[in-house]
């Protein structure tokens, strides 16, 4: 596995109220607590106050993608996650995985004709919603989610 070189907060460091970095194996039982302690430093800090859901299942949706498309659900590969909050921006979380990327415009959209009824494909589409902005960096290998 080759080293990935850390993930920059995009937010000015002396503003910065929460910094949390953490790597995750490719391992979808290990997404609830990694979740549940990133979710009790940002309630602490008032991070996205009142947001919460919304930060809670973007993590969740985007952790699982990180794992099943970008890792091949391979348990020797990680993933990496870093949570920034500042008082001005709100917050920032970055997911990047090892994988080869993807284009985000060549998703279907999961709301339209067939794509209706289909039981998956729906996580990318659930972030943006969710999230205030969406965007994806490294060829589609890293996600950057911001909300207010």
Same mark, same amino acid.
């Given at each position: $596995? =080759?080293?990935?070189?850390? !993930? +920059?907060?995009?937010?000015? %460091?002396?503003?910065? !109220?929460? +910094?949390?970095?953490?790597?995750? *194996? ?6 609830? %607590? ?10 602490? $800090?008032?991070?996205?106050?009142? /947001?919460?859901?919304?930060? +809670? ?15 091949? %659900?391979?348990?020797? /590969? &990680? ?11 709100? $917050?920032?979380? *970055?997911?990047?995985?090892?994988? #080869?990327?993807?284009? #985000?415009? =060549?998703? #279907? =959209? #999961?709301?339209? =004709? &067939? ?8 996580? !990318? ?16 290998? &890293?996600?950057? $989610?911001?909300?207010?």
């Amino acid at each position: $596995m =080759s080293i990935q070189p850390e !993930i +920059r907060c995009e937010f000015k %460091s002396k503003d910065l !109220i929460l +910094r949390l970095d953490t790597t995750l *194996v490719c391992d979808t039982g290990a997404i609830d %607590s990694l979740i549940g302690e990133i979710m009790e430093a940002v309630t602490g $800090m008032g991070c996205a106050e009142g /947001k919460e859901f919304q930060v +809670r299942l973007a993590m969740e949706e985007a952790l699982l993608n990180a794992i099943e498309h970008g890792c091949g %659900s391979d348990p020797t /590969k &990680e993933i990496q996650c870093s949570v920034c909050c500042d008082e001005e921006r709100g $917050m920032l979380i *970055v997911i990047r995985n090892p994988g #080869p990327g993807f284009d #985000p415009a =060549s998703i #279907p =959209s #999961p709301v339209i =004709s &067939e794509n209706i009824f289909k039981t998956h494909g729906r996580g !990318i589409y659930l972030i943006n919603q969710l999230m205030d902005e969406v965007e994806f960096k490294g060829g589609g290998t &890293e996600i950057h $989610m911001r909300i207010d």
